[in-house]
């Protein structure tokens, strides 16, 4: 079993950057790759991007391609998702996933738990 909590999300305007953070435990971290997902109102929950177990190899959806990162720090349990350039269509609930799998996917149904989530309200 294992816990995620997102933090860092907020009101912030258009052009301007957050960072959310996912803290996991319950669990090794190292062991999951991680992905973060965002679902806006009236919309399906969208892959944005995942990191994998251990080299940390990345996938971003193309939309945030270039404006956002996902990184881990596995010492701390955490991954992150830096947000730069927030456009008014990144106005969502976002949320981190873990996957034990082998394959780093950005298929919502292959991980297994999940966050609360947290909301990113840009403005313009």
């Known amino acids: 079993q294992v816990q995620l909590v997102e933090s860092g999300g907020g009101l912030v305007q258009h052009g301007g950057s957050l960072r959310l953070s996912c803290a996991a435990s319950?669990?090794?971290?190292?062991?999951?790759?991680m992905g973060w997902f965002r679902q806006a109102p009236g919309k399906e929950r969208e892959f944005v991007a995942a990191?994998?177990?251990?080299?940390?190899?990345?996938y971003y959806a193309d939309s945030v391609k270039g404006r956002f990162t996902i990184s881990r720090d596995n010492a701390k349990s955490t991954v992150y998702l830096q947000m730069n350039t927030l456009k008014l269509e990144d106005t969502a609930v976002y949320y981190c996933?873990?996957?034990?799998?082998?394959?780093?996917?950005?298929?919502?149904?292959?991980?297994?738990?999940w966050g609360q989530g947290t909301q990113v309200t840009v403005s313009s």
């Open positions: 990191i994998s177990k251990s080299l940390g190899y990345t």
């Open positions: 996933a873990a996957d034990s799998s082998a394959i780093l996917t950005t298929v919502a149904r292959r991980y297994m738990y």
């Open positions: 319950g669990h090794t971290f190292s062991s999951y790759n």
